[in-house]
């Protein structure tokens, strides 16, 4: 059964892995602004932003709302494609005081999908960005999936080469107990075996996975 086979997996990448920990951060917004610098980027340059950001003092909703594009832009340079997420960063932000008096905690009594929904509809945040908003800063039973998801459940035969993001998501939704704890780590897991081993060319010699049924002759 695929619930067997997606446990069997998250134990060998937890036993060779340990916890990850994820999503870094000190504050909802903190984890919300992560997860929109993020794109196109890696953690150590979207770390660098968020130090800037904390440093000037402007790691708040208030404080982000009030900033002015320019200053934006350039505390948050070291993310990579500034111009585009100092946008984002700000639609977000309107968003929030336009619809929600731009309180974070006002969030907390709207229904997963409506939210879900909601953040779709801001220019700029995807799937994977609003998935990642809804499970790591706010504790929803809602899986994130990424290219190292995608790969990954294809290579070992979970779901068929071509499934689409909400199809990968009801893949593990559906076939792991709705535990936010659970999602954030088996996620977590898989980025650390994506990025070390299940790569478009795979390096299988030593993966954790290694062992267990798989296929590399889909080009994923």
């Known amino acids: 059964m ?7 997996i998250y134990e060998l990448l937890l036993e060779r892995f340990g916890p990850q920990h994820w999503w870094p951060g000190e504050t909802q917004f903190e ?14 340059n979207v770390e660098k932003a968020i130090e800037n950001l904390k440093s000037a003092q402007s790691l708040t ?9 320019s200053k934006l832009a350039e505390l948050i340079r070291p993310a990579g494609y500034y111009n585009i997420k100092t ?17 974070l ?12 929904a909601e953040l779709l509809a801001i220019k700029g945040i ?25 790969r990954i459940a294809v290579r070992h035969r979970l779901i068929e080469p071509g499934a689409d993001y909400e199809q990968l998501r009801e893949l593990f939704e ?3 107990p709705a535990e ?38 889909i080009d994923y």
């Open 2 to 8: 695929i619930s067997e086979q997606l446990t069997e």
């Open 31 to 44: 984890i919300i602004v992560g997860a929109i610098l993020t794109q196109n980027t890696t953690w150590t």
């Open 61 to 69: 909703p208030e404080k982000l709302h009030g900033l002015g594009i």
């Open 87 to 103: 946008k984002r960063l700000k639609t977000f932000v309107e968003w929030l005081f336009a619809s929600y008096d731009g309180q």
């Open 105 to 116: 905690k006002k969030l907390e009594e709207v229904g997963s999908e409506q939210l879900r």
């Open 126 to 150: 995807g799937r994977e960005t609003a998935d990642s908003i809804l499970l790591y800063a706010f504790g929803r039973c809602i899986f994130v999936v990424d290219a190292y998801t995608a």
């Open 174 to 176: 559906s076939n792991l």
């Open 180 to 217: 936010p704890a659970l999602f954030s780590e088996y996620h977590a897991l898989l980025v650390g075996a994506g990025k070390d081993y299940c790569r478009p060319k795979a390096r299988c010699a030593g993966c954790p996975l290694e062992k267990l049924p798989h296929s590399l002759d």
